[in-house]
């Protein structure tokens, strides 16, 4: 519901790091986004498309890597990969004690710039 | 064409600003309560009750966050509480700044518990920290037994659940066991209470459990002090 204000902070923080090592245009941004992080992919590139219009990413294309939900279990003491958004037990062995450890992030990674 | 390497969170300068504000609020000895609820949940009216029974005990102040209009703000300050009224002007969630730019307005020294109410939205006030001690969530019961399972995020982050509007749990066929189920399993420890805030049934479990979240709250920074001191 909010991407447009993650993509204002993605657009400040890819900005900042283009120039401070010393370019002046950006042509792609990559991003890491896990399912469970609340961002609409689709939506969060469409808000991206409107916000660089005449800044220095404005031919910018956005990749996305995105992270499914994993996590340990306690109770089997085994790792999984969910399919869902979130994780009611373990898909393994049904416990309860169980850790999320991916799916959350919302995290530039790398750019290509000139 | 060069790579350059980031690797940086996007909602980091929320995080930093977030992280900001908490530390005026701990300087100030302020419990601030961020309250979330889908629009028309019954916040403001949650409010209004917590003040009543609370107000003889504890210094309250309150900023309500709202994408237009003031009339939430006027109700709370009908009761003589100190109050902010932030307008998102669109976006549909309260963000780390948007509290740091009104927080000079409080007089948060004298404030025991900041209630923050977000915007009437159930998904991303979750994902935005504002500088808050806790986060409480509200549902009405009338909005279904299938939220928790639909928006699970705000349910995790949420130390407590409040179900509102119990009064008229008979003309629904809402099933408030399930509620409680979905919620426990998305967050083990988040406590639920019901509550009517028509009827005021339930409302001094959760005063209760407040002040008592207030106060251990106070003891472990205390313990810090000593520990820092040491
Ligand atoms: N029947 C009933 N109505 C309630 C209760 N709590 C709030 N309401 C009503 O729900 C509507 C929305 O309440 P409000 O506090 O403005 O919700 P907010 O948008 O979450 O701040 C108002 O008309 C309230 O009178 C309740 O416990 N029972
Ligand atoms: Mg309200
Ligand atoms: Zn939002
Ligand atoms: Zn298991």
Redesign the interface.
Known sequence: ??EV??AL??L???AE??RE?G?NKI?SIR?KIGR???VMTDALIFAFDVVKTDTIASGASVIIDEIPVSGSCKDCGRDFVAED??V??CPRCGG?AFMINTGRE????????? | MAKVKVVTRILEANERIAAENRKVFDEAGVYVINLMSAPGAGKTSLLEKTIEGLSKRLNIAVIEGDIAGTQDAERIGNLGIPVIQINTGGACHLDANMINEVLEELPLKEVDLLFIENVGNLVCPAEFNIGEDIKVMLLSITEGDDKPLKYPLMFQESSALILNKMDILPYTNVDINKIRNDASSLNPVIKIFEISCKTGGGMSEWTDWLVKAKVSNQRSAGSEKLNTDS
């Open positions: 519901m909010h204000s993650i902070s993605m400040d923080i890819a790091k283009c090592s370019y042509d991003l469970a992080s609340g958004t979130y009611l037990c309860m919302l995290e530039i990674l790398d750019m290509e710039v000139s």
